[in-house]
């Protein structure tokens, strides 16, 4: 009876998940996102509840894949995995129906195929070494050193101090405290053996007993028991044709001599087993970060990969800044000392491969070598795009947008920084300054790429002036486009803005020894887990002319551009004074020249000369906006056309009996770039990303285009070598570079 109770308390739990997921209110709007939340935390105090919850999810995703229910596949498969990433004591059975079901969704088209073939490689690494996907997330999350799984994660929490009030940074600071207060590496340790010897053992481990003796033991036999399971689970997990009996063996004999001779009468079943306690998944090493320096987040990359890097990133920031690159970007002359004798026979390695500069090959060539001066030179084809995102999938709309996974032949990628920001739009207008920033830097200096992968991860909160309730979509744009985008993102991201502010207005509670759970810290780590589909959105770039004789300014904006007109300039000398009476026409002439966007996809330049008393730009689309909200302009693969969505508002003149006024009329249109120039003696206000710090007055004229990725000097050397001889080709090359999009990572992606 008790069993059919639990099991009756589950279901309710899940089809309350999937109700939240049909409803058609906004999730800002209510208390939704708990549902998903509870559900997991029942499983957590009850371990022995997880083949339960299992059993319930395999059957709702049968269900739904049986009645085309596909809004609500991912987020079921997505809270399936959360739990068979905890749980031990799952069946083959339940292991292998799991799995067929992600193999029959690799026939749909994405986002679908994505997350299932994701979902699929993860619980083939399962089947064959179970508590694999445990291990590995403990040991990159909180930074345990092991030579058998090296991969390292951090999350770096950014929050801009005038975006964000100073309780919301206060609670999200005390939570996060008090969480990892609890996380020393003594405890995780601990939890990954037991994790790892429940899975591995089964019903022959006595997980209480097991709990008790590896408190009591020291850190130097803990260590050793550590380093020895996490040993015999990667050999399972990484081998081909896993040979189970040997690592198993193993298994069992350091849990009899963790647990004593004891542990072989408990294995036999004769004392009855008490309910084994609970495993938590220690949440992520987060960092908390107040956003008040342009280059920090390039500073705290620095600094993550500074103590392990092979490239020998030196700790003094500045020092590293200075050598070979100017303040103004250039390069200084960058030379290392050549080590071939320029005969292929004599070549330690091959052509392709990097050398270890600690290898004896070296060194014997550095004391036969006379010295040598060469410059380095970086691959020609050098494509930045690739460098930055995860492990290669089946990414195509809402996956990576190009590249073969590994940069430089004998690198890889063992460190992953995980980026969150927390604030509204004029925040992620930020963050694209700094990323743009952050890829400009590195065609230059070329430190982070090799050995990180950069993950985006956004979480929108409002101004303290704006309660969530009254939540204006002026300065939450791109969250509700990732919320029409990703359902599941509405439902569990969404839901923090009302969380957040409700959480800092909450008394703090001085009681250490009680036992709270952190909702906040736990949403945020279900996100940085799961949140692995980005969505790229396009970054555009703006050239502003105070003076036409001068150079331009150039900025980026990432969400929108407005355009205010300003006061008329003070009359020159010698000009007739206006005439009293006369009303003075609003706005100000404007030449617009833009390429109209077509379904062709060819060029077709439109100028049009217009009174205008303002204007926007944007490249987030409003709902009702053209074409399929699932499907907005701004974020596409990197081979579709880019479109700005430009809203201007014209003065129109009319004469009637009272004598002349104005009107005004809306004109929307689509264009990839636009340049406009004022006719008159006004001038324009610029305001990138509704941030009022970004504000650019005097403007006579300003280009808007898509910004290209950055490319690297010798890309540029090369490009204006060609076309110093004549290339046909240089053209081509020219028109078809690729634009930087900056990914934000989601559940899903861009579910059609």
């Given at each position: 009876?008790e ?19 049909s ?5 800002l ?8 939340w ?8 009850d371990p022995?509840?997880?083949?339960v919850l299992?059993?319930?999810l395999l059957r709702?995703l049968e269900k739904?894949e ?5 809004h ?7 809270t ?12 083959e ?9 992600c193999?029959?969704?690799?026939t749909l088209p994405t ?15 399962e089947?064959a ?5 445990y291990q ?17 994660e951090?999350v770096f929490l950014?929050v ?6 100073a ?7 005390l939570?996060?405290?008090?969480a ?9 340790m601990?939890?990954?053996v037991c ?17 008790r003796?590896l ?21 399972m ?9 040997g ?11 963790c647990?004593?001779?004891?542990s ?14 609970s ?5 992520p090493y ?6 008040t320096?342009?280059?920090q ?11 392990k890097?092979q ?8 020092a ?6 100017g303040p ?11 080590t071939d ?10 052509a392709d491969?990097?050398?270890d500069?600690?290898s ?22 050098f494509?930045?795009?690739g ?9 195509r709309r809402?996956g990576?947008?190009g ?8 690198v890889s990628?063992?460190?992953?920084a995980?980026?969150l920001?927390?604030?509204d ?7 694209a300054?700094a ?8 065609t230059?200096k070329?430190?982070?790429?090799p050995?990180?992968s950069?993950?985006l991860?956004y ?10 309730a ?29 969380a ?7 008394p703090?509670?001085l009681?250490?020894t009680?036992t ?18 980005p ?13 036409l004789?001068?150079?331009s300014?150039?900025?980026i904006?990432?969400?929108?551009l407005?355009?205010k ?5 003070s009359?020159k000398?010698g000009?007739s004074?206006?005439r009293?009476?006369?009303?003075e026409s609003p706005?100000?002439e404007?030449?617009?020249c833009y390429?109209?966007?077509?379904l ?10 217009l ?19 699932h ?14 969505n430009?809203?201007?508002t014209e003065?129109?003149?009319?004469s009637?009996?009272?004598?002349r006024s104005f009107?005004?009329?809306?004109h929307?249109?689509r264009?990839?770039?636009?340049q ?23 403007v006579v ?6 910004c ?8 540029k050397?090369?490009?204006s070598?060609l076309?110093?001889h ?10 078809t570079?690729?634009?930087l999009?900056m990914p934000i990572?989601?559940f899903s992606?861009?579910?059609?």
């Amino acid at each position: 009876m008790e069993s059919s109770d639990a099991e009756l308390d589950l279901q309710r739990s899940v089809q309350a998940v999937l109700r939240e997921l049909s409803a058609q209110t906004s999730a800002l709007q209510g208390n939704q996102g708990m549902w998903r939340w509870s559900l997991h935390k029942k499983v957590e105090r009850d371990p022995g509840r997880n083949p339960v919850l299992v059993r319930i999810l395999l059957r709702e995703l049968e269900k739904a894949e049986s009645k085309d229910l596909w809004h609500i596949i991912i987020p079921l498969l997505h809270t399936l995995m959360y739990v068979l990433t905890k749980a031990t004591g799952i069946t083959e059975e339940l292991y292998h129906r799991t799995y067929t079901f992600c193999t029959r969704l690799l026939t749909l088209p994405t986002p679908y195929c994505t997350v299932a073939l994701d979902c699929a490689i993860r619980l083939k690494t399962e089947i064959a070494a179970p508590g694999t996907l445990y291990q590995r997330t403990v040991l990159a999350e909180q930074n345990l050193m092991s030579e058998m799984y090296p991969y390292q994660e951090r999350v770096f929490l950014f929050v801009d101090p005038e975006l964000v009030s100073a309780s919301v940074c206060s609670a999200l600071l005390l939570e996060i405290e008090a969480a990892q207060g609890q996380q020393t590496p003594e405890a995780c340790m601990r939890h990954v053996v037991c994790h790892a010897l429940q899975a591995a053992l089964g019903e022959a481990c006595h997980a209480g007993a097991l709990h008790r003796k590896l408190q009591a033991t020291s850190r130097r036999v803990l260590e050793h028991y550590f380093h020895a399971v996490v040993a015999a689970v990667e050999q399972m997990a990484v081998e081909a044709s896993p040979n189970r009996a040997g690592p198993l063996e193993r298994l069992d004999c350091i849990y009899c001599s963790c647990c004593g001779p004891h542990s072989l009468l408990l294995s036999s079943g004769d004392p009855p087993q008490d309910r084994p306690p609970s495993i938590p998944l220690p949440s992520p090493y987060i960092t908390f970060h107040l956003w008040t320096d342009q280059e920090q987040l390039w500073k705290e990359l620095v600094l993550f990969l500074s103590p392990k890097s092979q490239l020998r990133l030196s700790a003094d920031l500045e020092a590293l800044d200075l050598q070979g690159l100017g303040p103004d970007g250039d390069f200084a002359r960058v030379s290392v000392l050549s080590t071939d004798s320029g005969i292929e026979r004599d070549f330690p390695l091959g052509a392709d491969e990097l050398p270890d500069p600690s290898s004896p090959e070296i060194e014997r060539a550095g004391l036969q070598r006379k010295g040598g001066i060469k410059k380095r030179v970086w691959p020609p084809d050098f494509s930045m795009p690739g460098s930055w995102d995860g492990p290669p999938g089946l990414h195509r709309r809402t996956g990576r947008p190009g590249g073969d996974g590994e940069l430089l032949p004998g690198v890889s990628r063992v460190h992953t920084a995980r980026v969150l920001v927390l604030g509204d739009d004029r925040m992620l207008g930020r963050l694209a300054q700094a990323y743009h920033r952050l890829r400009k830097r590195e065609t230059q200096k070329f430190c982070l790429t090799p050995r990180l992968s950069l993950q985006l991860y956004y979480i929108p909160v409002l101004a303290p002036q704006e309660p969530a309730a009254s939540r204006s979509p002026e300065l939450g744009e791109l969250a509700t486009f990732l919320g029409r985008a990703d359902p599941w993102y509405e439902s569990t991201v969404n839901t923090l803005c009302s969380a957040i502010h409700k959480l800092a207005e909450m008394p703090l509670c001085l009681d250490t020894t009680r036992t709270v759970d952190p909702f906040i810290l736990d949403v945020i780590t279900y996100y940085v887990r799961m949140g692995t589909q980005p969505i790229y959105f396009q970054i555009y770039t703006v050239k502003i002319f105070s003076d036409l004789s001068q150079d331009s300014v150039e900025d980026i904006f990432l969400t929108e551009l407005k355009v205010k007109i300003q006061d008329s300039k003070s009359p020159k000398e010698g000009a007739s004074p206006r005439r009293r009476g006369v009303t003075e026409s609003p706005g100000a002439e404007l030449s617009i020249c833009y390429q109209k966007a077509l379904l062709s996809h060819r060029p077709r330049e439109v100028t049009i000369s217009l009174r205008a008393t303002g204007l926007v730009l944007k490249a987030i689309p409003d709902s009702d906006t053209e074409g399929s909200p699932h499907c907005p302009p701004a974020a596409v693969p990197v081979t579709a056309h880019t479109y700005l969505n430009v809203i201007v508002t014209e003065a129109v003149k009319s004469s009637n009996l009272a004598g002349r006024s104005f009107s005004t009329v809306t004109h929307t249109f689509r264009t990839s770039s636009i340049q406009i120039q004022s006719q008159e003696q006004k001038l324009l206000m610029l305001l990138l990303d509704k941030d009022n710090r970004r504000t650019f007055r005097d403007v006579v004229r300003f280009e808007v285009g898509p910004c290209p990725e950055p490319c690297s000097r010798t890309q540029k050397s090369k490009t204006s070598w060609l076309s110093s001889h004549g290339q046909k080709e240089m053209n081509t090359t020219q028109g078809t570079s690729k634009p930087l999009l900056m990914p934000i990572n989601t559940f899903s992606g861009i579910i059609q």
